[in-house]
């Protein structure tokens, strides 16, 4: 195989069959050996060799752009050389720690608390979890459940907090969990502002609080069914769910309802979170202060493995060793998230999301008019274009999967969420240009018109 060097990783390139005659082998290969619980390469069938900026090559030498970026974990694009250079330096000084203090923690824990807004700087404690933002969820949890002495907890359809035990009992997606008895017990699901699809069936122009009404009634009702929860979890952009921001006025109301009723907020930004909706926290867009932020995938900006919950001080009721993971002292993550926040200051990354927001959604508007088009939404650099039977209205998950594809032979990595999977979405890189938006943008048009044409 040719040795390709990274700087020619500038445009989109396939010049095979996907898969290529190498990302076969591989495939075949992970396929005998690797558990059937592999996903990605389902439907993205390649192998890849590297990565570099908002760019991956496969084996076979073709080069796509990467709008999956790790499922969000990348928000810098592969191997920012910055990033790199403090991964490598911190790797020839200390790599692991434990819960010890060390200075590249030290740092860390600072940059952390610095790019929350200012209320909340002196306010909020950090907890290392496990290096899973799933582990960060099930911490939370726990933590609301010591703190208040309850046991229920309410949670919303759509959602999506992990595959770990307690973490995906609070999940939506029922698919998972039909295979596994026993969920963890008190979980309570109600209807989130999905308004492009009520799940009410309501006029999607005039429902935006229905959900919380509900919501409140049944918490306030003596004969409502539910105990007084520990917490309410939520995603402010439900990810997996389909990309779908929650409304301004359906937060606030949740936030002033487990306020009055002393139920504990927990705000799952683990993809939301390190600036994915254009402020460090999707959450101060909807001006509230929730009691628990659970963060992980991009905290490092480089892929490696670090999560946290942070919480106020009045919660901080742990007993020693009450959550813990062995490798919850990532140092070359710590040192490596410290470099992404400086970077992210320095080149004004926030602002660059969300001009590039602005920019999808003026390329994507076209897609607004197709009858096969249910929505087209985002937040930042979170889009996803759901599509539906014009019909029936039943989620097109065929075509979703058809768009994947096209997109894929044109050199554009998308994935799919969302109800039977018929949202594609994209994760670009923070600090992608207006130029490879451009072209991904003329990648997924033309893909789309493709697949539609398959359908006539």
Known sequence: MTVHAPDAL???????????????????????WESSARTYPRNLPIAIAEGTGSFVRDVDGNVFIDFLTGAGVLSL????PELVEVVARQSSVLVHGLDFPTPAKDAFVEAQLSMLPPALRDQMKIHFCGPTGANAVEAAIKLAKIVTGRGEIVSFQGGFHGSTHAAMSVTGLVSPKQPVANQVP?????PYSSCARCPLGLDPH?????????LERALRDPNGGIPLPAAVILELVQGEGGVVPARREFVRRVRELTRALDVLLIVDEVQTGCGRTGTWFAFEQYDIEPDIVVASKALSGIGLPVALILYHRRLDQWKPGAHIGTFRGNQLAFAAGVEAIRIIRRDDVLANVRARGEQIAD???????QPWTHDVRGLG????????DPVTGAP????????????????LILELGGRHDAVVRMLPPLNVTPDVVDTACDILLDAYDTALRELA
């Open 77 to 80: 694009g592969h191997n920012h």
């Open 381 to 388: 650099l979170m889009w996803g274009v759901e599509l539906a």
């Open 206 to 214: 005039s429902c935006e609080t229905n959900c919380v009404t509900l």
């Open 10 to 32: 500038t445009r989109p390139h396939v010049g095979s069959d996907l898969p290529g005659p190498r990302s076969a082998e591989f495939l075949a290969r992970q396929d005998r």
């Open 396 to 411: 097109a998950g065929a075509l979703g999967r058809a768009v994947q594809a096209h997109a894929l032979r044109r050199g």
């Open 186 to 190: 008190g979980v309570h699901f109600f």
């Open 363 to 369: 390329r994507l508007e076209p897609l607004r008019n």
